[in-house]
């Protein structure tokens, strides 16, 4: 059996924000609730509460709740409507599938003025002759009883046979109260003898079988019987059915290198098409919360744990953990991991194509050439390409130069006089 706890209402109030103070409307269906409690206190402002289908006995603790407007009772064990006086706002009540046999104990629910709809529908009570007269005399304020509409007619004829028809109900309704009392002494001794000398020592399977084919009463011990066998069989369905085992997944190999491992069937990229650094983006689910993933970065490895489910992936060379990170996409939200490489130096001058230059000291000494035999200098060799392929810059051709080449610009001559010119010896001579 279930008790109402703080967790349990704010599980049910995940769609506010597990906020309770301002909560207006709250399902606890079936969740085999025994008793109302602490709800007043702790959502003093519900307009809208759902407790069908639990084992609820007494209608109480909800005498606080001025708001509330709709209470759903259904399918529960109450058997007298009370404690719901001061829910002014109260509109709709519903109590179908009860064991309510003291139906005058509808008379409680004449202050709520605002009550416009009742259900009553499969409690003992609706046996009684005159049954719906009774209700509709009682509380006028009713528009619709069980979901058919009251008329003007029904609630007149209600009215004038008023005092005859509770006498006539008050009568039936003690001759039930008195069956229900000796019902209820009989099934508690009954159900206490099965427990403690038939279902003491039969096999769990064979008592179950037992119980579910043997006829039984409607009244609330049953319906708590019901539900013990219910939780029992659940629990030995969970011992004798074999939990199937997670895989456990090897991470490393016997030499201790890392295995490739995709549990969680995430689409990635790796890249590594920088000198420097490899990249990994990993597709992660947009809505993922980031407390949910676990980075975890190795010199020869990366490790991501998404909701208990590794990711891991080998790298091809070691990388620089230190400096190494991980970011998330606000927009897309995947995961992006750089990794530098460890002990990497970036190389000066360095030409994408393989090109080796030997430079040989100059001297004058005449070397012959091996393939032609031709006599020169040691000259600076430009190696391109493979290793095997040598140029030698001494075979380029450089302009040919005529043997007694002068600069025309060496022979201009200086201006002659004029034969009239007469030089002044006193003009002092051009220097």
């Known amino acids: ?22 909560l207006e409307e709250i399902a606890l269906h079936q969740e085999n609730i025994e008793k109302i409690e602490y709800l007043q206190d702790w959502c003093p402002k519900l307009k809208i509460l759902l407790m069908q289908s639990n ?43 009860n064991f309510i046999g003291d139906i ?21 009570c609706t046996d009684y002759e005159n049954y719906r007269d009774f209700v509709i005399g009682t509380l006028p304020q009713l528009n619709s009883l069980d979901g058919k ?10 009215l004038q046979n008023l005092p005859i028809i509770r006498s006539d109900i008050i009568f039936e309704q003690s001759i039930y109260m ?4 000796a019902q209820k002494v009989r099934l508690e001794k009954d159900i206490q003898d099965k427990w403690e000398n038939m279902y003491k020592n039969m096999d769990p399977e064979e008592r179950n079988k037992k119980f579910w084919a043997e006829k039984t009463e409607h009244a609330p011990e049953v319906r708590n019987e019901i539900e013990r066998m219910r939780q029992l069989k659940l629990k030995s369905c969970e ?20 295995f490739n491992i995709n549990q969680p069937k995430i689409v990635f990229k790796f890249s590594d098409e920088e000198l420097d650094k490899y990249t990994l983006d990993l597709a992660v689910y947009k809505h993922l919360d980031t ?15 998404i909701r208990d489910k590794i990711f891991q992936l080998h790298l091809p060379k070691d990388v620089n953990t230190t400096n190494s990170k991980a970011e998330r996409s606000q927009t897309t939200g995947h995961l992006v991991i750089t990794m530098p490489k460890a002990n990497f130096v970036i190389k000066q001058n360095v030409v994408p194509k393989k090109i080796k230059q030997i430079t040989q000291p100059y001297t004058d000494q005449k070397v012959k050439d091996c393939q032609g035999g031709i006599s020169q200098s040691k000259r600076e060799l430009l190696e391109i390409g493979p290793a095997d392929c040598v140029l030698d810059l001494t075979k380029m051709a450089q302009p040919k130069l005529k043997p007694d080449y002068i600069d025309p610009r060496l022979k201009l001559e200086g201006k002659q006089p004029s034969p009239d010119f007469i030089d002044n010896p006193e003009v002092p001579d051009l220097i």
């Open 104 to 124: 005058v104990s509808v008379e409680s629910l004449t202050d709520n003025y605002n009550l416009e709809n009742l259900y009553l529908t499969g409690n003992p």
């Open 1 to 22: 059996m279930v008790n109402i706890t703080v967790d349990l209402v704010r599980k049910k109030a995940e769609h506010h924000d597990c906020l309770l103070a301002p």
């Open 239 to 258: 011992t004798d059915e074999k939990k199937e085992e997670k895989r456990k997944y090897k991470l490393f190999t016997d030499d201790g290198r890392p």
């Open 55 to 97: 084992l609820i006995a007494r209608i109480e603790n909800l005498n606080k709740l001025k708001h509330l407007t709709y209470l759903n009772l259904a399918l529960n064990n109450i058997e007298v409507i009370e404690n719901l006086e001061r829910c002014e706002s109260l509109q709709k009540l519903d109590l179908t599938l």
């Open 178 to 181: 008195s069956q229900r009392k």
């Open 291 to 305: 407390s949910l993933l676990d980075v975890d970065i190795q010199p020869n490895y990366v490790r991501i744990t």
């Open 149 to 158: 509409d009251i008329e003007r007619s029904d609630r007149i004829k209600a």
